[in-house]
């Protein structure tokens, strides 16, 4: 919740909101103003360094950013902050510490010699199967590819299966741990599967991709898990200049028809749970300081879900707000179940 300026806003009432589930007002169980450092379980803060899908160039950079944030103030940090990384072997988390100088050398222990992803060259790529991101039972194990004969869209199939089953094992972790997580996720994210060549996808797919989907967006929710993008690619930069279209994209997809591989791409899904989706800039430091600054002060709002027909039954989800000036980002989708 911010004014004109960006400031965040303070002491609003419930009956300064409005929220509607598919376009129709729902009344408010539960309304709470949160300071995200304060109360039984305060805010967490994620930093994953996404060394899958960046080049080497681009990883030695963001690492570099990450260090200038922590080498801000000798201070310790506001809230309990913990180092991931993403490479083949899947997402190596750290120990959470609010110590900047524990922090940096977590980080620089997880990064020492990490180079971009390499997808393994032997064998036959129509007939090959991506390996599981780690060997627990929580990646999406099930999420389905088309085959591809060649080793570039082998590559590009494995780093979004990879990267996809990554978020979703990280979701799923969080839980059962009270408190709000802010997963601030920097890098460009996984390929979206749209490039030349790719063979159209079969039903089986498209029901996948749609499950996948399905699990993927109510772990975010059920864990409180608000996904930050930092250094995303052009199509995905500016909300405003997005047209109705890509709106509809990005509010989420009502079925298997309409799914495709993008549905599941890392902006879309930080959009669905409320997350900011930053532009490219020189200053990653400052740009990981306001993600943080986004929990120091929200509003938690509930209330009952009306009983889904289907399972997967997608509900769009609008915050409007009653009095002018003021802008508000929020989950934008769930799926319900019968």
Not at 10 to 16: F, H, M, S, V
Not at 125 to 148: E, W
Request: with cysteine.
């Amino acid at each position: 919740m911010s004014d004109a300026s960006g400031k965040p806003v303070t002491g609003l009432k419930q009956e300064d909101f409005t929220l509607l589930d598919n376009g129709q007002p729902r009344a408010l169980t539960s309304f709470r103003q949160m300071k995200g450092s304060q109360g039984i379980a305060p805010a967490r803060v994620m930093l994953l360094l996404d060394a899958m899908n960046n080049s080497p160039r681009d990883i030695a950079a963001d690492r570099k950013g990450i260090e200038q944030f922590l080498k801000q103030s000798p201070e310790q940090l506001a809230y309990q902050t913990s180092i991931a990384l993403l490479s083949g072997s899947g997402a190596t988390m750290g120990h959470p510490s609010r110590d900047r100088d524990d922090l940096i050398g977590e980080l620089r222990t997880l990064a020492k010699d990490v180079h971009m992803f390499d997808c393994p060259d032997t064998g036959s790529y129509a007939d090959r199967d991506s390996p599981p991101t780690t060997s627990g039972a929580r990646d999406l194990s099930g999420l389905v590819i088309a085959p591809q004969a060649d080793r570039a869209g082998f590559c590009l199939n494995l780093r979004f299966k990879l990267s996809v089953s990554a978020l979703n094992r990280i979701a799923m972790e969080q839980e059962n741990v009270p408190g709000r997580v802010i997963l601030i996720w920097v890098g460009r994210g996984w390929p979206l599967l749209t490039a030349r060549g790719f063979l159209p996808d079969t039903p089986a797919i498209k029901q996948n991709f749609f499950d996948n989907l399905v699990q993927v967006t109510n772990a975010l929710r059920a864990a409180q898990v608000t996904v930050d993008t930092v250094f995303s690619p052009d199509l995905f930069r500016t909300i405003e200049l997005r047209s109705d279209h890509d709106n509809a994209f990005f509010n989420g997809v009502p079925d298997e028809h309409e799914v495709a591989a993008s549905s599941l791409g890392l902006q879309v899904l930080a959009h669905q749970s409320g997350g900011l989706i930053l532009t490219e800039s020189k200053d990653l430091a400052g740009e990981i300081a306001k993600c943080i600054a986004d929990a120091e002060s929200y509003y938690m709002l509930s209330f009952d879900s009306p009983p889904a027909a289907r399972p997967g039954e997608l509900h769009s989800i609008q915050v409007k707000m009653n009095r002018p000036g003021l802008t508000v980002r929020t989950n934008t989708a769930y799926y319900a179940q019968p």
